[in-house]
């Protein structure tokens, strides 16, 4: 048998030796995987559902708005304080906005006001547990529909005021008081606002004026129900 005859067995089986760690996911002498696998797991799929920016024509709703991926830092200009982040301006392009709870290891404490006011483009806002007060971050916005305010356990002044597409927003367990002057005033489209037991003082009986189609949602025998039924706006137990 000739030379080259010999080398063809041995040829053939180191080439069957790499197409078999190949096919099992096995390294290559350049220390690559050989896999193909495109598989993607739960985890993955669900980060890639909730970085999609939602399609302008979507409707907004509280579980979607939970669920949404926290905004990057980069989408805020921000001063950073002593004690926290306090947030100047919102810069992003996404129109559902989960403000994170920190930015360069410290927690974001505060909102300037207009943050989302005049032509902000927001549809919604999630403000998280560490902002406590809110003043006036979306006056006069004719875009937001929803806002959740996890934490904060009081507003001042027209908070809400003149937004006119704004249809709901919700309160952690924390809001204590309605401060301030027309905190919800000539909102004409809110249809829900959602209390817990912990709120105990509404400063200024006209803060809901222009509210015409409102339902008030909160605790049995609160103070918000009492306020509701004293200025006949319909409430709702929950």
């Known amino acids: 048998m000739s030379k080259m005859n010999k080398k063809l067995p041995a040829l053939f089986l180191t080439l069957v030796l790499v197409l078999g760690m190949t096919a099992c996911g096995g390294k290559t002498t350049d220390g690559t995987t050989g896999s193909t696998d495109n598989t993607v797991t739960a985890e993955e799929e669900d980060h890639k559902t909730q970085n999609t920016k939602v399609d302008p024509n979507s409707p907004i709703t509280e579980e979607m708005l939970r669920n ?125 606002l959602h209390f817990t037991q912990a709120l105990t003082n509404i400063d200024d009986e006209m803060c809901f004026e222009g509210c015409d189609n409102l339902t008030i949602y909160g605790p049995a025998d609160s103070y918000i129900e009492s306020f509701a039924k004293e200025y006949g706006i319909p409430f709702v137990v929950e």
Do not use: M, W
Not at 110 to 125: E, I, K, Q, T, W
Not at 133 to 155: A, H, K, M, P, S
């Open 68 to 192: 949404h991926a926290v905004a990057p830092a980069e989408d805020f200009t921000y001063d950073v304080e002593e004690n926290g982040i306090k947030i100047r301006s919102y810069t992003g392009s996404d129109t559902v906005v989960v403000i994170p709870a920190e930015i360069e290891g410290k927690p974001v404490t505060a909102l300037y006001n207009y943050v989302f006011g005049n032509d902000s483009p927001v549809r919604a806002v999630l403000i998280p547990e560490s902002v406590k007060e809110i003043e006036e971050v979306f006056i006069n916005n004719e875009t937001v529909e929803l806002v959740i305010c996890e934490g904060v356990t009081r507003t001042l002044g027209l908070t809400f005021g003149f937004c006119s597409n704004l249809q709901q927003v919700i309160f952690g367990k924390d809001l204590q008081e309605l401060g301030g002057i027309g905190t919800f005033g000539n909102c004409s489209k809110l249809k829900e």
